[in-house]
């Protein structure tokens, strides 16, 4: 099982930090399909120390979502470790991440995120200083490098290892693919056999299969999810449960994908307000809705939706449709 510091997670499977997405609202609901770990969205060191609101409300985690990992992201030693220490005292977050894999040019630019790629000294330094100022358990995400002429993946993960962290998430990609090509597994198992620590294989795992492949391959220590489990928190109850048992369970019906997504609803609307909420919601709720046949004229009215009532309406429409269509196959 994956074991990060002293924090024991039931399984293998992490739900991976998304930006724009990784709140508490979808937290929970991926925690409540059995994710062994989830992991926050990044978060500003500098948005940390000025107080930011926004940021501040960022740090919001529910006790149900426990053990969680928190990512925060910057380029200066001093500010990057002023944030860990608040997040160390301030939050009940189990874990604290550093992000070394985001690829948006406006992080990159500020020496943060995939930046660090490009210099294992300063990853060592990095990393050394936040284990130095926290308790909570230190781990890193990051990708295999910067672009294929800069793959330093390898002496990355020891310089994290030898600076006190605790594990490091792989995404085998480089900086420069961005989302794109195939994710490469095979320099997760060369990390996997340079370090000590526990390494978390990121990229492709699209279905339960891939997870337990991925596992095979690299000898890696848990598998992260994370676009594979957008709007389809199946994903990681069926994942799950094909590590456990060999089983592979069915997808949801659409009733059941319409409950979920009703219910993250108004976990968010809890969490913003309905406003905010419905218009981030729009998002989400296209993705609940991919594979569902007929989908486009619920997906462009959902687009129109400014109130809870009205995203609800639509979407019970889609139901009573396909199940309407559904009934009228089996009669006939």
């Not at 492709?204 to 891939?210: A, E, G, K, L, R």
């Not at 919601?281 to 007929?294: P, S, V």
């Not at 959902?302 to 609800?312: D, P």
Request: aromatic share 6%; net charge negative; with cysteine.
């Amino acid at each position: 099982m994956l074991k990060i510091g002293d924090i024991q997670m039931k399984n293998q499977v992490v739900l991976a930090p998304m930006a724009g997405v990784c709140n508490s609202a979808f937290r929970l609901t991926v925690k409540e399909f059995g994710a062994g770990l989830v992991c926050a969205e990044m978060v500003s060191d500098k948005g940390i120390i000025f107080q930011n609101e926004k940021t501040m409300n960022m740090l919001y985690i529910d006790e149900r979502e426990k053990p969680l990992s928190l990512q925060i992201f910057g380029g200066e030693k001093e500010t990057l470790v002023e944030a860990a220490k608040f997040v160390d005292k301030n939050s009940n977050a189990d874990i604290i991440d550093i992000n070394m894999g985001c690829p948006v040019p406006k992080i990159t630019k500020c020496d943060a995120g995939a930046k660090w790629l490009l210099d294992p000294n300063k990853i060592y330094e990095m990393v050394a200083a936040v284990v130095d100022a926290v308790d909570k358990p230190v781990t890193v995400k990051m990708r295999m490098g910067w672009d294929e002429e800069h793959i330093f993946a390898i002496q990355n993960a020891q310089a994290i290892e030898r600076a006190g962290g605790q594990a490091v998430s792989l995404h085998g990609r480089t900086r420069v693919q961005m989302y794109e090509g195939q994710a490469n597994w095979d320099i997760i198992r060369q990390v996997k056999q340079s370090v000590n620590i526990p390494v978390i294989g990121n990229g492709d795992v699209q279905t339960p299969q891939d997870a337990e492949r991925m596992l095979q391959e690299t000898g890696c220590d848990g598998v992260m999810i994370g676009r594979a489990a957008l709007g389809n928190p199946w994903m990681i109850y069926r994942t799950v449960q094909y590590l456990e048992t060999g089983e592979l369970i069915g997808e949801p019906s659409v009733r059941e994908k319409i409950d979920v997504c009703t219910l993250h609803l108004d976990r968010l609307i809890d969490l913003k307000n309905e406003n905010v909420a419905v218009r981030e919601m729009r998002k989400h709720a296209a993705w609940y809705l991919k594979g569902i046949r007929g989908n486009a004229k619920a997906r462009n009215a959902i687009n129109e939706c400014t109130k809870r009532s009205e995203l609800v309406g639509v979407l019970q429409a889609l139901v009573e449709e396909v199940e309407a269509k559904e009934n009228a196959i089996k009669v006939g």
